[in-house]
């Protein structure tokens, strides 16, 4: 009987992030196979936050869920207080879709094309280099964190409210540097704008191949992909989240979402 009206995918982020890519590209296929409407709602804010707490306390009958990123594992770690528990209030049914990240430069104000460069011109300025987020404890800001604390170096970090504000000052020259998905990032290292110094992951990304990746360059177990997956409100029955996951298991292996999904970087 599963569903018996429409369904309301939550994505706790804004419209055109990657996890609203995932979720609408999922959203006419589960319509189509399952005979009820699948309706995106973003609820940004809170990094996250906001729209995983809808989901929490949502009614638990398989007409609400949430697509979501591996921020929602790092926001526990940086909030006093969250209004949900991240582990005992969700039903998890599956993965989606992985994403790599590329740390990149803008060459017109910060003229390095290696990790070895890069570190090397930090050192001569500590502090004066600077790089931009789309806000504090996103995967993009914890990824560079990380790098600085591997490598000893001292770069500032300027937050922005959103990805979009980061990337455009990025282009612009205000800041230097940044860490942004490969699929936004190549297309400007195509046009000379930026460099990409290095990509997420143990190796090389099928979306860009010429790019070392940080375990190629000595830095293993930076661990700082992107990850997409769907859950339900705790206490959903089990047959649904299981029904759930068999049906965007199927979707992700149609041709045509997974070359919409590759085509945004996404790896399905």
Known sequence: SWP?????????????????????????????????????DNKPGASGNLGAELTAKAAPNGHTWMITVNTFVITPALYRNIPYDPVADFAAAGKLATGSLALVVNPSVLPVKTLDELATAARARPGKINYGSPGNGTPQHLGIELLKQRLKLDILHVPYKNAAGSTTDLLGGQVQMAVLPVHTALPFAKAGKLNVIAVSGESRSVLAPDSPSFAELGLKNLDIDLYYWIAAPAGTPRDITTRMNREVAAILQLPDVRETLLKQGLIP
């Open 4 to 40: 018996s009206r429409p369904v309301t995918l939550i994505v706790p982020y804004s419209p055109g992030t990657g996890i609203d890519i995932v979720a609408r590209t999922l959203s006419p296929k589960l319509t189509e196979r399952l005979g009820q409407g699948f309706v995106v």
